[in-house]
C-alpha cells in the first residue's frame, strides 16, 4: 500500500479527471430547451442559427430525466471523492502535534535509533568474533588433515 502523501495525491488526480469529466458529460448531454422554455426571441433580433455540432458530442442530448440521474450521480461521486480527500488529510501524521512536539519526537527517535545502532555493532562484532574462532577451529582440524594426506607426522 501507499504511503498516506501518494494516496493524497492519487485522490486529487482522480478528483480532477472527475470534475473534468462531469463538466464534459454537463456541456455535452444537456437537454435542449424546448421552444415554450427558451426565452423569447425579440423581432429586431435575426434568426439564430443552430450551434456547430461537435464531433465528439452525441448526436442527441439526454433526457431531462436521464440527465437529472446521471448529474446527481456525478455529484454524489464527487462528494465521496472529497470526503476520501478529507479523510486523507484528518489521517495525516502530525496533523494534531504542534511543531515543538514533532521536534521532540524526532529527537526521541534519533536516541532510539543511536542505541540500536549501538547495540548493531556490539552484535556484530561478537559475531566477528565468533566467525575468527570457528575459522581458528576449522583451521585447526583442516591443517591436522593435510598434514595426515601428505604423509607428514
Same mark, same amino acid.
Given at each position: 500500500m501507499a504511503d498516506k502523501l501518494t494516496q493524497l495525491q492519487d485522490c486529487l488526480d482522480q478528483l480532477s479527471t472527475q470534475l473534468y469529466a462531469s463538466l464534459r458529460y454537463i456541456t455535452t448531454h444537456h437537454p435542449t430547451p424546448s421552444p415554450?422554455?427558451?426565452t423569447a426571441t425579440t423581432a429586431a433580433s435575426p434568426p439564430s442559427q443552430p450551434p456547430p455540432q461537435n464531433p465528439h458530442s452525441p448526436s442527441r442530448p439526454d433526457t431531462p430525466t436521464t440527465f437529472s440521474l446521471s448529474t446527481k450521480e456525478l455529484a454524489h461521486d464527487l462528494v465521496l471523492k472529497t470526503q476520501q480527500i478529507e479523510y486523507l488529510v484528518r489521517t495525516l501524521p502530525g496533523i494534531e502535534t504542534s511543531e515543538v512536539?514533532? /521536534?521532540?519526537? $524526532?529527537? +526521541? @527517535?534519533?536516541?532510539?535509533?543511536?542505541?540500536a545502532e549501538r547495540e548493531r555493532r556490539e552484535v556484530v562484532g561478537v559475531?566477528?568474533?565468533?566467525?575468527?574462532?570457528? /575459522?581458528?577451529? $576449522?583451521? +585447526? @582440524?583442516?591443517g591436522g588433515r593435510e598434514e595426515r594426506e601428505v604423509g607428514v607426522p
Open positions: 415554450s422554455q427558451s512536539q514533532q /521536534e521532540a519526537r $524526532i529527537k +526521541a @527517535l534519533e536516541e532510539e535509533l543511536r542505541v559475531k566477528e568474533e565468533l566467525v575468527r574462532r570457528v /575459522e581458528g577451529v $576449522i583451521g +585447526a @582440524l583442516g
